[in-house]
C-alpha cells in the first residue's frame, strides 16, 4: 500500500526505531550506511530507479563494490533507500496517532502524501521519479503498509472480503493518483482528493462515506 | 518489428542504443523516423494492442456495450494462450502502466465514452473513474501476465471488484465478468 504503514504505538515513543535497522553493524558501517541512502534518495529524486550502478557511483563517489557490500544489489539499494524516507515522513505525518487506528487517520495521511511537495519536496520528488514504476514503490513500502490496512479491515472499517485483492487494485489506484499529482501533475491535490474519493469504491465504502472521509480537515489534531 | 521485440525483452525503458541494435539500423535512423525512442516504442505498443483488439472484438462494434467491452479485458486476461508475443510485451510494459494506459488511450478511450454516453457508464467524473480503473486494470494485466500470480478465472474475479469504480452493482458486475467468451 502506498499511503498506509505499519507506524504505530512502539514508533511513536520512539522514532529512532525508524532508522535503519542493523544495531549489531558497528558505527563507521552504520554511517557509511546512512550515507549512501541519502545519496541513493539523492539519486532517485533525479534519476529514478532505472538510473545505472555508474550514475549513482559517480554521485555518491563510492566504488560499486561499495553498494553490494551494504546493500546486496542496487535493486535493493533504492528499494530501502524509498522505505526509510517514505518511513520517517510517516511518523511526521501520523502525528502521533496509530496508524491502526482508524480509516479517518489511513485516508489523511494518504492525503498528505497528495501534499508533499510543499511538505516534503524531496519525498515529492522521489515518488515524482518512481511512481510510474509502481511495482518498485509498493515493494518498498508495502511492508510498513499492509498490517494498519489489515488492523482497520479488522475493525470493519474496510470490507474484509476478498482483502488481497481489493488490496492490489487499491495500491494501483493510489499509484495512479500520485502519478497524476507528482509525475504529470495533472492532478491537484484537491483533484486528488475526489480520486480518491472514488477509488475507495474498491473496498465497498458508500460514497457518502467516502466523501466524508476524505473531506476531513487535516489540520486538526487527533480524534481521540 | 524490432521495437516491438524490444518491449517484449527490454521493456518500454529501453534506450535507442538498444533499439538501433535490434534494428539493425543506427541510433540516428530511428531519431529521424520517429523522433525518440519513446515515441517509436508507443507506436509499437499501440499497434500490437490494435491488433489484438481488432481480433477481440471480432465482428462487434467497438464501444457496443460494457459487455463487448468487459469480453476484451478477459480475453485480454486470456492473451498468454492465444498471443503468446503480446502477452511478452505486456509483461514487461506493464512494469510501468502509465506508458501503457498512454500508448492505448487514442485506441480504448471512444469505446468507454460511447458507452457512457448510451448510459451504461456514469458520465459524472468520467475522465478519473477511467484513469482509476485503467490503473486498477494495469494490476490484474500484470499479474496474470508479469508475475503470473493470476490466473484468468481469477483475473475475472479482480475485474469484477474494479467495476466499483464506475459504480456497477455487485450483481449486474458478476453477470457481465462471468459471459461465455466468444474466441
Redesign the interface.
Known amino acids: 500500500m502506498l499511503c498506509l504503514n505499519s507506524y504505530n504505538r512502539s514508533m511513536a515513543d520512539n522514532p529512532k526505531s525508524t532508522e535503519n535497522p542493523g544495531s549489531h553493524l558497528s558505527a563507521a558501517t552504520t554511517r557509511n550506511r546512512a550515507a549512501l541512502i541519502r545519496s541513493a534518495q539523492q539519486v532517485l529524486a533525479e534519476i529514478g530507479p ?1 538510473a545505472t550502478v555508474e550514475q549513482f557511483v559517480a554521485h555518491a563517489q563510492v566504488s560499486p563494490t561499495t553498494i553490494y557490500n551494504h546493500f546486496g544489489s542496487k535493486e535493493a539499494m533504492f528499494s530501502q533507500a524509498l522505505a526509510q524516507i517514505f518511513r520517517e515522513w510517516l511518523v511526521w505525518a501520523h502525528n502521533g496517532v496509530p496508524a491502526d487506528e482508524s480509516l479517518d487517520v489511513m485516508i489523511d495521511v494518504c492525503r498528505k502524501l497528495f501534499r508533499i511537495q510543499q511538505t516534503h519536496p524531496l519525498l515529492g520528488e522521489i515518488v515524482g521519479k518512481t511512481i ?4 518498485f514503490v509498493i515493494d518498498a513500502v508495502m511492508a510498513d503498509s499492509l498490517p494498519a490496512l489489515e488492523a482497520i479491515a479488522r475493525l470493519g472499517q474496510l470490507n474484509n472480503a ?1 482483502f488481497d ?2 488490496t ?2 487499491f ?3 493510489v ?3 500520485l ?2 499529482v507528482h ?2 501533475h495533472e492532478l491537484s491535490p484537491a ?1 486528488a482528493d ?2 480518491l474519493e ?2 475507495l ?2 473496498w ?1 465504502l458508500s460514497p457518502e462515506a467516502a466523501r466524508a472521509v476524505t473531506s476531513r480537515d487535516l489540520n486538526s489534531g487527533p480524534t481521540d | 518489428m524490432a521495437a516491438q521485440e524490444v518491449l517484449a525483452t527490454v521493456g518500454p ?1 529501453a534506450d535507442v542504443a538498444q533499439l538501433a541494435k535490434h534494428a539493425g539500423v543506427s541510433p540516428d535512423t530511428v531519431d529521424n523516423f520517429f523522433g525518440n525512442t519513446e515515441t517509436l516504442l508507443m507506436t509499437a505498443f499501440d499497434q500490437k494492442w490494435r491488433e489484438f483488439v481488432e481480433w477481440a472484438y471480432g465482428d462487434v462494434p467497438k464501444g457496443d456495450s460494457l459487455e463487448a467491452i468487459i469480453d476484451v479485458c478477459r480475453k485480454l486476461f486470456r492473451a498468454r494462450e492465444t498471443h503468446p508475443d503480446f502477452s511478452r510485451i505486456l509483461a514487461k510494459a506493464l ?5 501503457v494506459i498512454d500508448a492505448v488511450r487514442d485506441a480504448a478511450m471512444p469505446a468507454l465514452e460511447h458507452v457512457a454516453l448510451r448510459g451504461q457508464l456514469p458520465s459524472d ?1 468520467f475522465d ?2 477511467a ?2 480503473w ?3 486494470i ?3 494485466l ?2 496474470v501476465h508479469a508475475t503470473l500470480q493470476l490466473s484468468p478465472a481469477a483475473a475475472d ?2 475485474l469484477e ?2 467495476l ?2 464506475w ?1 456497477i452493482s455487485p450483481k449486474t458486475a458478476k453477470i457481465i465478468t462471468s459471459r461465455s467468451l466468444k474466441t
Open positions: 532505472e510510474n514504476n509502481p511495482r476478498e485483492k481489493r492490489r487494485l495500491a494501483y489506484c499509484a495512479g493518483i502519478h497524476g509525475a504529470t483533484d475526489v480520486s472514488i477509488a469504491a474498491i465497498n | 525503458n512494469d510501468h502502466p502509465d506508458f467524473d478519473r473513474r484513469q482509476l485503467a490503473y486498477a494495469a494490476r490484474i500484470r499479474d474475479a479482480s471488484k474494479t466499483d469504480i459504480d
